[in-house]
């Protein structure tokens, strides 16, 4: 790894600063940024790195006006264990809780698993090997190579690298806005297929918190993801969904570029009872559009179960 300054901010004006010149990093607990900057694997390296987790009050997790609202530098940890959280916003607390390892659940952030990289295999490739095209090349490596765990609903940009977040279906599902310095963004509107982001971030734009409404009375939310490993792995394939009490929203993700928002399956089960025929037959509409590549066809059956079975489980 290369030598870079490290800073710890005292505040957000600090960070914002530094984050102006171009040359600096923000980082939270670095689980994601630090592994891309061992392994040199974007094209351009910073000469700073600034923390954000030593600015007071970014760390925290309580109901008012209405809404959940989490700091940005709240651990995936702290998250999956707040008693607030498992009881009326379940999908979030799921997914947190199956991020990784506790040793990475103690380290990364909310902010940080919203807006880490994605894991494509030539993109992440060390020593930048790979000129890809969200490098700013003119080729996908993944489409005529390796493409097992890439997208089944197709390319975005020229890319089929997929979404890795756990935390990102459930705060979709969940109906999240992201706060940042300077405007509020639908949790659905985050995301996005940048040369190299994943998100709609300008470079210098910090996640200050995440707000969560109330989910509606009677409303009740549940995560599942699958993945080889029970700890460590990301997922293959993850769902998070929120029934009762209004309209069902259904988010898949790994599956597509972006959070994938199934709404066809959501139509399919709106206003009807959740039960193994119907949950079926939702879990075939989400899949409906899936259009895979060879090698990652088995992940369709697996969206497919994925959705059946979050729906089942939220009731
Ligand atoms: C072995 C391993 C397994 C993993 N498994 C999973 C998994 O199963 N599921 C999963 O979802 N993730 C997984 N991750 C990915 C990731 O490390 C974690 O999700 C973690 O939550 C990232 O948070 P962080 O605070 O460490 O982010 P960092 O590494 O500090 O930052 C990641 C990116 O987010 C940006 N960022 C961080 N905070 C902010 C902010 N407030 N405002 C603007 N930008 C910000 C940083 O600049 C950087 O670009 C895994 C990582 C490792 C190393
Ligand atoms: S899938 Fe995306 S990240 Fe992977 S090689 Fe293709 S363009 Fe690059």
């Not at 940080?112 to 994605?118: D, E, K, P, R, V």
Request: proline share 5%.
């Amino acid at each position: 790894m290369k030598a870079f300054n490290h800073v710890n901010a005292k505040s957000l004006a600090e960070v914002k600063t530094a984050l102006a010149d171009g040359k600096t990093n923000l980082i939270a607990g670095g689980t994601d940024l630090l592994g891309t900057l061992k392994d040199n694997i974007l094209p351009t390296y910073p000469l700073t790195l600034i923390n954000i987790k030593t600015v007071p009050g970014l760390d925290y997790i309580k109901e008012e006006g209405g809404m959940l609202k989490i700091g940005a530098a709240t651990r995936m940890a702290d998250i999956a264990a707040d008693s607030k959280v498992k009881k009326s916003y379940a999908a979030l607390a799921q997914a947190a809780s199956r991020v990784a390892t506790p040793h990475v659940r103690d380290m990364g952030t909310l902010g940080g698993n919203i807006a880490q990289l994605h894991r494509c295999w030539y993109f992440r490739k060390p020593e930048d090997r790979f000129e890809c095209t969200r490098k700013g090349g003119k080729t996908c490596f993944a489409m005529t190579g390796d493409n097992r765990y890439h997208s089944i609903f197709g390319a975005v940009n020229g890319c089929i690298a997929v979404h890795p977040s756990d935390t990102a279906p459930a705060l979709i599902a969940l109906n999240a806005n992201v706060v940042t310095d300077r405007r509020t963004i639908e949790a659905e509107k985050f995301f996005d297929v940048q040369k190299p982001g994943n998100t709609v971030l300008a470079v210098d734009e910090i996640i200050r918190e995440i707000q969560i409404p109330a989910p509606p009375a009677g409303a009740k939310s549940a995560f599942i993801k699958f993945a080889f490993r029970k700890s460590i792995d990301f997922p293959i394939v993850n769902c998070a969904v929120m029934v009762g009490g209004g309209a069902p929203r259904i988010c898949l993700n790994a599956v597509a570029p972006k959070p994938y928002r199934a709404t066809k399956a959501e139509a399919a089960i709106a206003g009807k009872a959740i039960n193994e025929a119907n949950a079926e037959a939702a879990g075939a509409a989400a899949v409906a559009d899936a259009r895979p590549l060879e090698a990652a066809k088995f992940k369709v059956q697996i969206a497919k179960t994925l959705v059946k079975r979050a729906l089942l489980a939220a009731v």
